[in-house]
């Protein structure tokens, strides 16, 4: 009988909400193919604390989580970090797990991480956040010329301190449309609200391509995503309402899962 390889070695890049999901999913067992090779954050009070868990490494920047030797690395930060560690993790040899999607909106950076993971035989790996459905979204957009529509349903309360954002929307008593344009559009205007448009739109036409708005509801709590994409004889809507961002991070544990697992769904 072929006895088993080592384990996987995951280093977590982010150490807040998201980032102690992920750990505390490896803690129960969820991913018992990995071991922890060390964490990074910018609250070294909360890094510590998330490192404690695992009993590995606090790393002060990502040049020390590297020297860790990790096989993956899970970010689970902003689009900014995704942009300034990318090309290090993958030249170091290790693989990326992107949470921040909207990083890759940037056509010349996806151009550039695209080249680099070729070069050295890396892959980066986009978890699906708070929407899903790639697999069929992906199969459309090879039947065809696809055409993508992405709708977006939030809270007026989750839009203070945008620029679609204004007071009126807190008393409004109709969903009002507040942006209209395509995902590249969206993620230059809110870089931290859309990511889920961007991975949409990768999976499918493009971010210039893919038609997205949001819609501001009175009342709501939570997000609901909408995603079309049709070609001729074939049409498919995912639909995902989600209350908690819990889900991206759960994202990133089905992802893991996913490469570890002989059986690939």
């Avoid at 560690?85 to 909106?105: C, K």
């Avoid at 395509?182 to 391509?209: F, M, Y």
């Amino acid at each position: 009988m072929k006895q088993e390889g080592r384990k996987k070695r995951l280093a977590i890049a982010g150490c807040g909400f998201l980032g102690n999901i992920l750990m505390d999913a490896w803690k129960d067992g969820l991913l018992p193919e990995y071991e922890i090779a060390g964490v990074l954050g910018r609250d070294e009070e909360r890094a510590a604390s998330m490192a404690a868990k695992a009993g590995c490494p606090v790393c002060r920047n990502i040049q020390e989580l590297l020297e860790q030797n990790p096989d993956y690395v899970a970010e689970m930060a902003s689009v900014q970090f995704v942009k300034e560690i990318a090309e290090l993790v993958l030249r170091h040899g290790a693989n990326l797990v992107v949470l921040s999607v909207g990083a890759f909106a940037d056509e010349a950076f996806y151009e550039k991480i695209s080249h680099t993971a070729r070069e050295e035989g890396t892959r980066v790996h986009i978890a699906s956040g708070a929407i899903g459905g790639f697999d069929v979204l992906r199969t459309i957009s090879l039947m065809g010329q696809v055409k993508t529509q992405m709708v977006t349903h939030k809270g007026p309360a989750s839009l203070k301190n945008t620029p679609v954002f204004r007071d009126s929307l807190m008393d409004a008593r109709k969903e009002e449309e507040v942006f209209v344009g395509n995902t590249k559009e969206a993620i230059k205007l809110l870089p931290t609200k859309v990511n889920v448009s961007v991975a949409a739109s990768l999976a499918t036409a493009g971010t210039e391509k893919t038609k997205f708005s949001i819609v501001s509801v009175p009342g709501m709590t939570g997000d609901d995503h909408k995603i079309t994409a049709e070609v001729e004889g074939v049409k498919a809507v995912v639909d995902i309402y989600s209350s908690t961002s819990a889900i991206a991070a759960w994202s990133v544990v089905a992802l893991l899962r996913n490469l570890a697992s002989p059986i690939m769904f």
